[in-house]
């Protein structure tokens, strides 16, 4: 069985500090890692992709991969009220068709 | 641009009704297209995935079924539906064109389905 593990929080931040959301998986094969943000009652929005190890920016948001082991990340500075919903992180494992596997997700809060 | 719908934003359904859910989307041709169900406070569980029309390939057992009669819609359904039915379903999509994996998936706005 292939997964995607999540902190499901709640994650608390004080406005203007950084958020950082964590998520490791299971399919060592997996080539794709997506973060979605999700606020209650709507659907998942994509922020942010990444496919090779290391950091990838952009905006505020700066998503890291470290492939062995097996771990993404994303990065929310200057965290604003605004940011606060929850967080999905997603891989494509291994097989074709883009099939998506999702983690549960964490619950972000950022209060002023 | 693409574009994703999904109708009815909402529905309230007794047990042992039927159900059919309905996505389409535009500005693109050849998606691949995807069902996911979300229980309350859990994450997104994969149903059904099409890479064209009349393929449908099918995750998890259950009483739902899927069709894709034209190249941009997708239909979700049931014969009878269960109170375990109820969640918020979704429609997603991404680019064709063979198995490549480097291509996101994009979301339609739901349907939250209760079932009583």
């Known amino acids: 069985q292939k997964e995607v593990e999540q902190n499901s929080g709640p994650l608390s931040v004080p406005e203007g500090a950084i958020a950082s959301l964590n998520c490791t998986y299971s399919?060592?094969?997996?080539?794709?890692f997506f973060w979605y943000r999700q606020y209650s009652g709507k659907s998942p929005e994509l922020i942010m992709f990444i496919y090779s190890n290391g950091d990838k920016e952009d905006g505020r948001f700066t998503a890291q991969l470290n492939k062995a082991s097996q771990y993404v990340s994303l990065l929310i500075r200057d965290s604003q009220p605004s940011d606060s919903a929850t967080y999905l992180c997603a891989v494509i494992i291994s097989g074709g068709y883009n099939k998506l596997i999702f983690g549960a997700g964490t619950r972000l809060a950022v209060h002023p | 641009s693409q574009t994703i719908h999904q109708w009815p934003a909402t529905l309230v359904q007794p047990v042992g009704s039927p159900l059919s859910l309905e996505c389409t989307v535009e500005?693109?041709?050849?998606?691949?297209l995807y069902w996911y169900r979300q229980a309350a406070g859990r994450g997104l569980q994969l149903l059904f995935y099409?890479?064209?029309?009349?393929?449908i390939s099918s995750e998890v057992p259950q009483n739902l079924s899927a069709s894709r009669p034209q190249d941009r819609q997708f239909i979700l359904s049931s014969k009878k539906l269960l109170l375990s039915d109820s969640g918020f379903y979704l429609c997603a999509w991404t680019p064709g064109q063979g198995a490549r994996g480097y291509n996101e998936q994009f979301f339609g706005p739901g349907t939250r389905l209760t079932v009583l």
């Open positions: 399919d060592r094969g997996s080539q794709s």
């Open positions: 500005g693109t041709s050849n998606p691949n």
């Open positions: 099409s890479v064209g029309i009349g393929q």
